[in-house]
Every structure is written in C-alpha cells, then in structure tokens.
C-alpha cells in the first residue's frame, strides 16, 4: 500500500471514531489542603468537546484522499 492509502485509511477511521466519541474526557488531580504531612487531592474530570464538523471533515478528507490516491495509479 502506498502512504497516501494509508493515511486516507487513518483519516477515515479518525473520522468514524470523531462521530462516536463526541469528545475527549480527562481526570486531573488538584490539591485542595496541604497541611504538613496532610494532603488531600481532588479528582476533577473534565471534557474537551469535538465538534461534528471536525468528524465531517476528516472524513471527507479520507475520502478524497483515497479516491484521489487511486486515480493517479
């Protein structure tokens, strides 16, 4: 396979997953007492939206990319 099928084939499936996921979800730990030898620590989960457009258009890159990749062989 050539690069170009390959990174068409990643752009595709980067695309597919974009759709299902909806975003990205993280933990983060925060310190919220330090006292001496007491600390306590807080779990702070946090989301990183991704939008729909950002699905659509690697997908549609992909696409073109294989579709492009294909007619010039």
Do not use: C, H, N, W
């Not at 620590?41 to 990749?69: H, M, N, S, W, Y």
Request: hydrophobic share 45%; proline share 5%; glycine share 10%.
């Amino acid at each position: 396979m050539k690069t170009t099928k390959i990174i068409a084939i990643i752009l595709i499936i980067i695309g597919i997953t974009a759709f299902g996921y909806q975003g990205i979800t993280y933990t983060t730990k925060e310190k919220v007492v330090d006292l001496g030898p007491l600390q306590m620590t807080a779990e702070t989960t946090k989301t990183l939206p991704l939008p729909p457009i950002v699905g659509a258009i690697t997908l549609v890159g992909g696409i073109v990319l294989l579709f492009a990749g294909t007619r010039k062989s």
